[in-house]
């Protein structure tokens, strides 16, 4: 089976600091990686690189397409890395604000990603983006309010509906779950990892949260000062961590 | 079905000085189908240690750890997932589930990954949380808020959900009643009868007499104990 992203020797600097240096991985279908490490360990900016946000210094992403196979997503034209994104990538932000279109009505933010790919007719669109709003358990009458007057966790879940509408292959996920209450949390948790195994979806998470990983992903990279200390199983890393961070990372958890 | 050769385990603490801890060397164990091997030992041997190596969930320093025609010792994460999805079933003695998700659902879990219609699953993980006695008013409802007994008994649906080829069992009558004891041991003898390979460990003797065929005392496997 081909790996639907295959990716090799990624490196970033910002001028002479180090953002993440000669990061390589392969993602199969429907299989879930999670990224941790602390603030400033470089996850986010390996992110922001392998969903053509970011230009790395050197390195390749090759993501296999539908039409063509796998594609260097790095050498690919803007308009082709723009329609990937609109099409088989989705990214799910950590402030719901960042992802949504905040002067838009909640049907209208799901249904723009539509429009983006060539729906036209009114009535099917505005079907679809009523199942999807049912789909992350936002009720029916909220779907002409504007995500301004909704909850956090509700921001977040449209936010999820709007990404996974147009059905992608690739989710990137930066703290999906971060600074939402513990209740919301779970929720959105058992709502995403529904939706990956129903949709087969692929998934990137980048987290500091160990439990939301321990929960959601398949497979664990650990980042410390930009480069991959340790990778496996996500319960073989946490269970069993061989580098000294993660071992500090997995000893710091605060039991409750 | 289940092959183990010379294998070994260390820890090594890298915060504390980097100290290296062996936990076990030379062990070896052979589980044929339809045969239920006993890990013994007293606490601290390393029968979970080893129980864990088979599941992939400790790495081995050396050795191999056959699980049908893959080497677990040397599999990658992509080869383990679908491992444990397919062939590899392990009971472990806690729960651990996303919080929120229905009881039947986390039963059904298993089946559903494997690509099982939906109503199949559901009804399998129900029949199977009836005979544990887990009160259908409780089905829809998170395992998480379960007394200790009750979450052990849906982690042992959920374990026998499918059908495993290969099955890891550790401590699966602790803390049970007469009645649910009985049910899981007759999950076993189940399992057997359908050609499953099991390493369990039972604190329970008269459980390990009836259901495991021969046992293995680990004790003879860890560093300075033998």
Redesign the interface.
């Known amino acids: 089976m081909t790996p639907l992203l295959q990716v090799r020797g990624i490196t970033k600097f910002y001028g002479a600091r180090l953002g993440c240096r000669d990061v390589g991985f392969?993602l199969?279908p429907g299989?879930v990686m999670g990224i941790v490490g602390e603030s400033g360990s470089g996850k986010t900016t390996l992110l922001g690189c392998l969903a053509g946000q970011i230009a790395p210094d050197a390195g390749e992403v090759l993501f296999d397409t539908r039409a063509d196979g796998p594609r260097d997503t790095l050498t690919m034209s803007e308009p082709e890395r723009r329609m990937l994104s609109r099409t088989d990538w989705a990214f799910v932000h950590q402030h719901a604000r960042d992802g949504l279109r905040m002067g838009v009505s909640a049907g209208g933010n799901v249904g723009e990603r539509l429009m983006a790919v060539g729906a036209r007719h009114y009535g099917e669109i505005r079907g679809q983006a009523a199942d999807w709003l049912g789909r992350v358990e936002i009720p029916d009458d909220r779907i002409d309010d504007r995500p301004t007057a909704f909850s956090g966790g509700m921001q977040q879940r449209l936010q999820i509906a709007r990404n996974l509408v147009t059905g992608p292959r690739l989710v990137f996920m930066d703290e999906p779950t971060g600074g939402l209450d513990v209740?919301v949390q779970?929720?959105l948790?058992?709502l995403l990892?529904g939706l990956v195994?129903e949709m087969g979806l692929s998934a990137i998470i980048v987290t500091h949260d160990l439990a939301v990983v321990?929960?959601l992903a398949?497979?664990l990279m650990v980042m410390k000062d930009g480069h991959v200390v340790e990778?496996?199983?996500t319960?073989?890393v946490l269970?069993?961590p061989?580098?000294?961070y993660t071992?500090?990372l997995v000893?710091s958890v605060l039991q409750v | 079905m289940i092959e183990l050769d010379d294998v070994s385990k260390t820890?090594?603490?890298?915060?504390q000085g980097g100290a290296v801890i062996p936990v076990m060397q030379g062990a070896g164990l052979r589980v044929a189908r339809g045969e239920c091997v006993a890990l013994t030992g007293k606490s601290g041997a390393g029968k979970s240690t080893l129980m864990?190596m088979i599941y992939?969930?400790?790495?081995a320093a050396s050795g191999r750890i056959m699980v049908g025609d893959v080497d677990v010792a040397a599999a990658t994460?992509?080869d383990?997932?679908d491992l444990r999805r397919h062939t590899l079933g392990y009971v472990s003695q806690f729960l651990?589930?996303?919080?929120?998700?229905p009881t039947l659902e986390v039963v059904a879990e298993p089946l559903?990954?494997l690509g099982h219609a939906r109503d199949a699953a559901l009804e399998r993980a129900g029949t199977l949380l009836a005979r544990l006695n887990i009160p259908e008013r409780l089905w829809q409802l998170s395992p998480t808020t379960f007394s200790g007994g009750e979450q052990q008994r849906v982690n042992i649906a959920r374990g026998f959900a499918h059908a495993y080829p290969a099955l890891l069992l550790d401590e699966p009558t602790a803390s049970l009643d007469a009645m649910n004891r009985e049910t899981v041991l007759c999950l076993v003898e189940e399992a057997k009868a359908g050609g499953a390979a099991i390493v369990g460990i039972f604190h329970d003797e008269s459980a390990r007499h009836r259901v495991c065929d021969r046992e293995i005392d680990v004790s003879g496997f860890t560093p300075g104990l033998s």
Do not use: I, K, W
């Open positions: 392969d199969y299989e209740s779970a929720r948790l058992d990892r195994r321990r929960l398949d497979r990778s496996g199983l319960d073989q269970d069993d061989q580098h000294g071992q500090l000893s | 820890f090594t603490l890298h915060n864990r992939g969930n400790y790495l994460p992509r383990m997932l651990r589930v996303v919080p929120r998700v559903l990954a």
